[in-house]
C-alpha cells in the first residue's frame, strides 16, 4: 500500500491539484471560470497542473473553436473516480481540521 500512498500523494499532494480536481467534480469547467474558482492560483500554475492532470488520464481537455475559441476541462472516467475519496477527504478536514473536533 505505501507505494500507491506514496504515488498518490506525489500527484495530488501538490499545492492547488485538490482544489482543482474539486472544481472539476460537477461537470467541465472553461478556463477561465476555472481559474476564478481556485483562488490564488495563477495562469500559469493552473495551466501546469491541468497538463499533468491530464497525463495522469485524470483530466480531458476539449476545445470549442467558437468563435471564440473556448477551452474546457472535465475528469476523465478516472477522475471521476476520485470523488468519493475527495469527498471522504472534505468531510473529515471539515471536521478535525476545522473544527477542532476531539472526536477525530
Known amino acids: 500500500m505505501s507505494d500507491g500512498i506514496t504515488q498518490v500523494f506525489g500527484l ?5 491539484t485538490g482544489v482543482i480536481l474539486a472544481s472539476l467534480m460537477e461537470g467541465p469547467v472553461h478556463f477561465a471560470d ?12 493552473l495551466s501546469d497542473r491541468l497538463v499533468e492532470l491530464a497525463a495522469a488520464g485524470l ?12 477551452v474546457a476541462y472535465r475528469l476523465t472516467e478516472r477522475g471521476a473516480a476520485l470523488k468519493p475519496a475527495l469527498t471522504e477527504l472534505g468531510e473529515w478536514a471539515e471536521k478535525c481540521l476545522l473544527k477542532g473536533e476531539d472526536s477525530c
Open 12 to 16: 495530488l499532494g501538490k499545492r492547488w
Open 34 to 45: 476555472l481559474r476564478r474558482s481556485v483562488s490564488g492560483i495563477s495562469e500559469r500554475m
Open 59 to 70: 483530466v480531458l481537455r476539449e476545445v470549442d473553436e467558437g468563435p471564440p475559441l473556448r
